[in-house]
């Protein structure tokens, strides 16, 4: 059974900073390339980046690049999304992916998907 369990979303200030975990089982986590995607209320859900199987490469979508970073620990098979000088824009709930395909630039390619965990951002 694949599990993807994200965690570390609450409530912030604008400008403020939160890191995001998600620890996966029932794969090899090293041989898929894990993303990070937000639905805002109200909102269709929405592609933040991704990274590769080995963490060498990453992309990020332009309403979150400079401020975003998504990191993992394949020895804790956990992916990490690290959210700096956040907006209140940014409230959403999000949610990590994993993809077999290895294009972990392309959000149509992802196969197994988290609950997601809140994130509010208060002005």
């Known amino acids: 059974q694949v599990q993807l369990v994200e965690s570390g979303g609450r409530l912030v200030q604008t400008g403020d900073s939160l890191r995001l975990s998600c620890v996966v089982s029932g794969i090899t986590f090293s041989r898929y390339a894990m993303g990070w995607f937000r639905r805002a209320p109200g909102a269709e859900r929405e592609f933040v980046g991704g990274?590769?199987?080995?963490?060498?490469?990453?992309y990020y979508t332009e309403p979150v690049r400079g401020r975003f970073t998504i990191s993992r620990d394949n020895a804790k098979n956990t992916a990490y999304l690290q959210m700096t000088n956040l907006h209140p824009s940014d409230t959403a709930i999000y949610s990590c992916?994993?993809?077999?395909?290895?294009?972990?630039?392309?959000?149509?390619?992802?196969?197994?998907w988290g609950q997601g965990t809140h994130v509010t951002v208060s002005s």
């Open positions: 992916a994993a993809s077999s395909c290895g294009t972990y630039y392309a959000p149509d390619e992802y196969d197994y």
């Open positions: 990274i590769s199987w080995n963490g060498d490469s990453s």
